[in-house]
């Protein structure tokens, strides 16, 4: 084996290297180039071994076996031991290693706004201002990849059948994700890590409109100008009846060739199913 670490600290002692799993998967022969096959259905085998350490403390596997579905019990239960036990908020969703996705209500917030090319007769927008404007509820879905964003069709923690709409937050793409920029990301992905990326969505500059942002609104005017109308109205209730399904394209909203099928909308459901695939 290659010089490595094989001893790790963890609370309530050290972590010593006592097993290893190898991976067995079928390969073309290494100048045989295959088109048109799949490699993630290859035939695959793994094995489990167990590691033995010289007087120095140096690992080397040792002959192994067949890895089973007893092992992968083992394994997984003991794994699931490092994980600390949480309370969850009554917003939160769904709460896994990989990913946290939860709800938030809607309200008035504070908003700020510092438009690169604001359009001409905005009334309260032109200018570097914060102001406080009605946001819709949303949900938040946090994963290693990132953080999307989506405006929910009513005020009220939604369910797997819940369709999804655009948000109107600026910093957010057509694709839900949020744009970054230079706003400071998490280092943790965690329960205790959600204020920070509500921050990131509420509490950060918006410069302008992402790429085909301006047509998830219905209505006329665009994005920009149904914020500003909202500022300059001191509105209470953000508007949902304006904002479109989230994932419908220009096309499936105009007008679709005779004899196709609207695209299935985007529910709660199946947007954590595709996020917990990717």
């Known amino acids: 084996m290659s010089d490595h670490s094989s001893y790790f600290e963890a609370s309530g002692g050290g972590l010593v290297l006592t097993s290893a799993i190898l991976l067995y998967r079928n390969e073309p022969p290494r100048n045989l180039r295959t088109y048109g096959t799949n490699r993630e259905a290859a035939p695959a085998f793994a094995s489990i071994h167990s590691v033995e350490h010289d007087g120095e403390g ?8 067949p890895l089973s579905r007893a092992h992968l019990r083992q394994w997984t239960q003991a794994l699931g031991r490092t994980v600390v036990p949480e309370i969850l908020p009554d917003n939160v969703l769904v ?33 570097r201002t914060t102001v406080p404007v009605p946001y819709p509820a949303h949900l938040l879905v946090a994963t290693r990849s990132g953080l999307g964003v989506y405006a929910l069709p009513a005020n009220a923690r939604p369910t797997a059948d819940t369709e999804l709409l655009h948000s109107p937050v600026l910093n957010v793409f057509i694709n839900g994700s949020l744009c970054w920029g230079n706003i400071p990301q998490p280092k943790a992905l965690s329960i205790a890590s959600i204020p920070e990326y509500e921050s990131a ?3 950060s500059w918006s410069t302008h409109p992402n790429p085909g942002q301006e047509l998830t609104v219905r209505g006329k005017g665009g994005l920009v100008r149904l914020w500003d109308d909202l500022a300059a109205q001191g509105a209470r209730h953000f508007p949902v009846r304006r904002l479109k399904p989230f ?14 099928q609207a695209a299935a909308a985007m529910t709660v459901g199946r947007l954590i199913e595709m996020s917990a695939r990717s």
């Open 58 to 65: 140096q690992p080397t596997i040792a002959v192994g076996v």
């Open 95 to 127: 709460a896994h290693p990989d990913m946290i996705a939860w709800w938030v209500p809607a309200r008035v917030r504070p908003a700020y706004f510092a438009l690169s090319s604001p359009p001409a007769g905005l009334r309260l927008l032109a200018a």
């Open 201 to 203: 969505v509420f509490d």
């Open 247 to 260: 994932g419908a394209t220009i096309r499936t909203q105009a007008r679709r060739p005779a004899g196709t």
